[in-house]
């Protein structure tokens, strides 16, 4: 079965940084778009970014030159980058697989952002 696992989220002042990781297990990774969306209570989730197979990716304007997805193969893992980070950018992140036309999520990581 498909399993996502967050990691890096925890609680950082406005302006300092945070790595998130999600490692899969379960598919090809190489062969699957990969992605971070977030939620905070009371709202849709919403994207955040979403990376594809060759590496080319699409961000929410709101974190466009903050945040940077990335991925490595070798490590079947995806990663969020997050600069410059705002306390609108509190919320659970969560990790998503695209395989075919299935997704599959993570449990999510809390992040917060103080001022």
């Known amino acids: 079965q498909v399993q996502l696992v967050e990691s890096g989220g925890g609680l950082v002042q406005a302006g300092g940084s945070l790595r998130l990781s999600c490692a899969a297990s379960g598919i090809i990774f190489s062969r699957n778009a990969m992605g971070w969306y977030r939620q905070v209570p009371g709202k849709q989730r919403e994207l955040v970014a979403i990376?594809?197979?060759?590496?080319?990716?699409i961000y929410q304007d709101s974190v466009k030159g903050r945040f940077t997805i990335s991925r490595d193969n070798a490590k079947n893992t995806v990663y969020l980058q997050m600069n410059s980070l705002k306390p609108e950018d509190t919320a659970v992140y969560s990790c998503l697989a695209r395989k075919g036309g299935d997704d599959y999520w993570g449990q999510g990581t809390q992040v917060t952002v103080s001022s």
């Open positions: 990376i594809g197979t060759d590496g080319s990716a």
